[in-house]
């Protein structure tokens, strides 16, 4: 974590100082004192005053009150960027905490992409249950998109990842894997009698449009085909002929009759990480981090 956000996580820790921060935020969301104390639930008189003591602690403007309500300030932007982050590992605190709690005996939660990876996270699962101070591992798999986010609120302990399209910020990581994309189209199709193709040309078969993942947030390739939700439906609408789609190289593992590939020349690697908080002081976490490392 960089140290403007351990500086304010400190800060913001408290009490007091956390329920202004949700106040701010809720103002620099709303740009408007009145809305904001809607959304809280609360008089607008006290909101203003938190608002104005937070300025006070700050030694900093944070907003510029004008007609059409309340605009951010440089230091307001910064504080709204931090705030954030702050707010979110205080929620995920609270929310392992709480998990901690309602489960008997330690375990970790792996969250990582439905279909992907699937080879290498057996290969992890099995060496870790080997390791003697193995803990229970929850596996939660979800579409892509979902696994940084989980990460991030608490509801992981552990992210199967892969650059460049899942966001790492904030999080320490070990790199498992680089491997390139392949274009996976229906095997009947003309174009498998191709060798390989260029990403523009895999993106651009008119009779087998890009899908579309509406549900991300742009870090995935979105487009006129099929909107799909999984890795399973995704191959299902290619072996239908509805749709093809890039993939790391090691979906090969998974494909059946009906599939064909064809090697992408121009294509970025993908490297696939597994990703933990970096406060986080699980012994299970680590243990599996270790065994993560020496495969």
């Not at 800060?11 to 620099?28: I, K, M, N, P, S």
């Not at 680089?178 to 003309?190: A, K």
């Not at 193709?197 to 991300?216: F, G, K, Q, Y």
Request: hydrophobic share 45%; net charge negative.
């Amino acid at each position: 974590m960089p140290a403007g956000q351990g500086w304010f996580l400190r800060r913001t820790l408290g009490d007091v100082e956390t329920r202004e921060l949700r106040y701010f935020v809720a103002v620099a969301e709303e740009s408007h004192v009145g809305r904001a104390a809607e959304r809280l639930g609360m008089a607008q008189p006290p909101l203003s005053r938190a608002i104005a003591q937070l300025e006070r602690r700050l030694g900093a403007e944070l907003f510029v009150r004008t007609p059409r309500g309340m605009e951010l300030t440089t230091a307001g932007e910064t504080l709204l960027r931090e705030g954030r982050v702050a707010l979110a590992a205080v929620e995920a605190a609270e929310r392992r905490t709480r998990r901690s709690v309602e489960v008997s005996g330690p375990r970790v939660v792996l969250t990582a992409k439905a279909g992907a990876s699937s080879e290498l996270m057996a290969k992890l699962l099995d060496a870790y249950a080997a390791e003697p101070d193995a803990v229970d591992v929850e596996v939660v798999l979800s579409a892509p998109g979902y696994q940084a986010p989980m990460l991030r609120d608490g509801r992981a302990d552990v992210a199967i990842l892969h650059r460049p399209f899942d966001d790492l910020s904030g999080f320490d990581a070990d790199v498992l894997a680089v491997e390139d994309q392949v274009l996976i189209l229906p095997s009947g199709h003309p174009l498998t009698a191709r060798e390989s193709m260029t990403v523009a040309e895999a993106t651009s078969i008119p009779d087998l449009p890009v899908p579309r993942w509406p549900h991300l947030d742009g870090s995935y390739p979105d487009g006129p085909g099929p909107e799909l939700r999984d890795l399973t439906q995704v191959l299902q609408l290619v072996r239908l002929g509805r749709t093809a789609i890039v993939l790391p190289e090691s979906a090969r593992a998974n494909l059946r009759d009906g599939l064909a590939v064809v090697r992408l020349t121009d294509a970025p690697q993908v490297t696939t990480v597994i990703a933990w908080q970096p406060h986080s002081t699980s012994t299970g976490v680590a243990g599996l981090v270790r065994t993560a490392s020496r495969l």
